[in-house]
């Protein structure tokens, strides 16, 4: 039952396969494998052929005729075997281009379907162990494609020639044997095959696991180091490696043993065939150009025989290694576009939530009932302790879930019926954990638009306050930021962050904790251009730190999902509750610090 479904999930991922091979709308691919077909089928006949040139070759010389005529058949054998190695190589050249257009359009299709996906898939994903994946997912597109159409359709048409050449030249027991050793040569080079696949895939399971653990140690390489992991990550990496050994262990025998399987199969069926064809010359039935034509049919027909038992164990590995990536474009996104959906159109750039409940899952409701309205070119700020929903309300603006219940609106277009890329391209916003590309600060900056001109990128960083700490740099602009932006300290990413979104410019900011990371002198610097580049926008201001919003057009107070006070600064203040709470609290706390400090 497992060998049937793992034969079923094959044929499937060889469907998806095939329609990159017959690609839509691409008349110039497909004439391409048309003409590669034609050129295969061509040295296919072609070499079917050639046993006979030499067959009469042979006779000739034994009968002793004139030189002439077994001059002028050497002379074909030659022409023809050249002949088979040009069509061979011109299906290849002709071919070349439609593999690797069907290369390339699956890994941009896996990629761009990765984008899509909502964010519930990325938080749980495992980069190192995904990217191993679609590597060996990409690889293996041009190994199956070729072998599928130049190995195993035409040394099956061969098997076929040759059964038929055996019958009508040498009679029904050279083509019952020859038929029956293929035959069973085949059934057990893909039985011994899919026995072995279980091998090769805990092989990769292995591999992906040992891949996630090593990227994983080092992205967190700092975290190591803090608590004196070395050990512990080198005997966890050893542990996924050991599996993977044992795995290519079991692999490599049950290689050793089809291979052998095979010789042993072959060896008899030429035994046989060759003491029937010695028979036939000894008792003149058969010439010796008879006895050379049966020896030389067989060796061209086992060695791609030899060669399918290889193909078929490439094309069922590789197979399994595009299964997985083809796994990933099955995945459903969780937050689609409506069908037809437009692009948003607001009359206003206002924001409205109204009774949003959400929840990340069912057990836990994060949102009660949320109401509340950012009129266009206002300044709303939502606090609240940590676990309150505050970055949910981020995330919901931006659509990476759905709502629950309830509805958000941008002006009067509820967001769930326009399209995501239109939506977020109105929004601008600053995280508050700033992951940078592994580029160039200049790279990281123009990132919030890609058109803008060096100059707009250097008034952006200018409003930042982070341009004269570029120009302290050797390579200014084109200082490299490692890995997730590690070269940078916390400050300076979120600078980084900050003129990325101003270089955006988009009509609707979102502030998630955007200071969070700075010193309070570069905290109240930045703080004024945040207020310079807010003016007239609709902004939101996720904060921790009250003094940060002590501007705002209105405060709410989340508290377990709920909004518990709402008001101005100094209203809430004159309110004595939970917000007047929270800022005696940290008035306390920063005063102490500066005491210590």
């Known amino acids: ?86 069509f061979g190589e011109l299906r290849d050249m002709i071919f070349a281009k439609v593999s690797l257009h069907s290369q390339r359009t699956i890994a941009l299709s896996t990629f761009a379907h990765l984008h899509k996906l909502s964010l519930s898939f990325h938080l749980d994903r495992q980069t190192g162990g995904l990217s191993r994946v679609i590597e060996r997912g990409i690889r293996a597109i041009q190994t199956v494609l070729s072998f599928m159409l130049f190995n195993i359709i035409p040394t099956l048409l061969e098997i076929l020639l040759v059964t038929v050449i055996f019958y009508n030249n040498f009679g029904p027991a050279f083509a019952f044997i020859t038929f029956g050793c293929v035959g069973f040569y085949v059934y057990f080079t893909f039985a011994i095959t899919n026995w072995r696949t279980k091998f090769r895939k805990n092989m990769n399971e292995s591999d992906t696991e040992a891949n996630t653990k090593a990227i994983d140690s080092l992205l967190n390489y700092e975290t190591v180091k803090y608590f004196n992991n070395e050990d512990h990550e080198y005997n966890r990496y050893n542990g996924s490696l050991l599996k993977y050994q044992i795995e290519a262990q079991k692999s490599q025998s049950s290689l050793s043993l089809l291979n052998i399987g095979q010789q042993l199969i072959i060896g008899i069926g030429s035994i046989a065939i060759m003491w029937m064809a010695a028979q036939g010359v000894v008792n003149k039935t058969l010439t010796l150009g008879d006895f050379v034509l049966a020896n030389t049919i067989l060796l061209q027909l086992f060695i791609p025989l030899g060669f399918l038992g290889f193909v078929y164990r490439e094309i069922t590995l590789g197979l399994v290694d595009m299964e997985k990536m083809f796994e990933l474009l099955k995945v459903n996104e969780d937050v689609k576009d409506a069908e037809n959906a437009p692009d948003l159109q607001p009359d206003q750039w206002t924001i409205e939530f109204d009774n949003v409940t959400f929840g990340y899952n069912q057990d836990r409701t994060i949102l009660k009932n949320v109401s509340f309205k950012i009129p266009e070119g206002k300044t709303l700020a939502v606090v609240g302790p940590s676990g309150s929903g505050k970055s949910t309300i981020a995330r919901l603006i931006f659509r990476f879930y759905d709502v629950t219940t309830g509805s958000v609106r941008i002006g009067s277009s509820d967001i769930k019926k326009i399209t995501q890329k239109s939506l977020r391209k109105a929004i601008g916003i600053v ?98 251009s945040l207020k310079e580049v807010s003016k007239n926008r609709t902004t939101l201001i996720i904060a921790h730190r009250l003094s940060t919003i002590v501007h705002a057009d209105e405060i709410i107070v989340l508290k377990d999902g709920e909004i518990v006070e709402r008001g101005t600064h100094g209203a809430l203040i004159a309110k004595k509750g939970e917000y007047a709470d929270m800022w005696e609290k940290q008035e306390k706390s920063e005063k102490q610090a500066a005491v210590i400090s």
């Open 1 to 86: 039952m497992k060998n049937s479904n793992l034969q079923r999930t094959n044929w499937d991922t060889a469907k998806t396969l095939m329609t990159h091979l017959w690609p839509k709308n691409q008349f110039s691919l497909r004439v391409r494998v048309v003409a590669a077909m034609s050129c295969l089928l061509l040295a296919k006949v072609i070499n079917v052929y050639v046993p006979f040139l030499y067959k009469n070759a042979v006779d000739a010389l034994s009968l002793q005729t004139e030189l002439a005529l077994p001059v002028g058949i050497i002379l074909s054998y030659g022409l023809a075997r050249i002949m088979t190695q040009t």
């Open 431 to 528: 995280p508050q954990d700033t992951v940078l590309f592994n580029d160039s600060i200049g790279y990281n900056i123009h990132y919030g638009k890609p058109a803008a001109n060096m100059d707009e990128v250097k008034s952006a960083a200018k409003m930042a306050q982070i341009d004269q700490f570029i120009e302290s740099l050797k390579k200014k602009y084109d200082t490299a930021v490692g890995e997730r932006g590690l070269k940078l300290s916390g400050g300076e990413k979120q600078r980084v962050a900050i003129a990325r979104t101003i270089l955006k410019n988009p009509q609707i900011l979102l502030f998630d904790e955007a200071t969070s990371a700075l010193d309070s002198h570069t905290e109240k610097e930045i703080q004024a």
